[in-house]
């Protein structure tokens, strides 16, 4: 995606994390389904183009969206995520990260008083904490789209605060653990819808980290 149009990029990459979070949040029904399969959705996909996890996670959508029904990925997000019984790949930061892989520890607060940092507060759902990928990826679209609000309204210092947030939430949060999570998608995913998304999920963050770097590096020489 070409971002020399700061705005339109920063909105952009907010629809982009909503919808990322909407789909580790809950099985897509048949009306993403119909939006998903449009021809352009996956080859026009704006974000983290050529980032080998992307494309890899890119193509296996696009072979699989054709004939997966809702009835199959609604068992298969039970059956990854938990909802209904042990999780094949726990979408927790703390299984992953904390010493005794329980929920509610110490990495669960961390993500917390990230959040808290701006003014933000996770909600609350059956089985969904704080460390939640779901959660995570919302409060990356939401970061994305104070961003795009502050440079419109010529706040640097404030989308500087911002950027940094978003960078802290994938180098000190998501990029510890999403490699092991995507690896116990791929290998649980029957559809192969999961193992995708997933995967290109993956390469978005590692693509993005970078990315803002680069805009921090830049707004601190204006």
């Given amino acids: 995606m070409d971002t020399a149009d700061p705005l339109l990029f920063w909105k952009i990459r907010a629809e982009v994390y909503r919808l990322l979070a909407g789909l580790f949040s809950d099985p897509p029904d048949d009306r993403l389904l119909g939006v998903m ?34 009835e199959e990925l609604r068992r298969e997000f039970w059956d990854l995520f938990g909802t209904l019984g042990p999780a094949a790949a726990p979408p927790w930061q703390s299984v992953y990260l904390d ?24 909600e609350q759902a059956l089985a969904v904490t704080d460390d939640h990928i779901a959660v995570q990826l919302a409060f990356l679209g939401e970061l994305s789209r104070q961003t795009a609000e502050c440079l419109e309204g010529g706040d640097e210092a404030g989308a500087r605060e911002l950027v940094d947030g978003q960078r802290e939430c994938l180098e000190d949060h998501l990029l510890r653990w999403a490699d092991r999570f995507v690896d116990k998608v791929e290998a649980a995913s029957v559809t192969g819808f999961y193992a995708g998304v997933a995967r290109m999920t993956l390469g978005l963050f590692r693509s993005d980290v970078l990315l803002l770097r680069e805009w921090l590096t830049e707004l601190a020489q204006t």
């Fill in 99 to 122: 010493r005794e892989g329980a929920l509610m520890g110490e990495e669960t607060l961390r993500v917390r008083a990230l959040y808290a940092r701006f003014g933000l507060e996770a």
């Fill in 37 to 70: 399969r449009h021809p352009g959705f996956l080859t026009e996909w704006p974000l983290g183009r050529g980032q080998p996890d992307v494309e890899r996670g890119l193509a296996r959508l696009a072979a699989v969206l054709p004939a997966v029904r809702p």
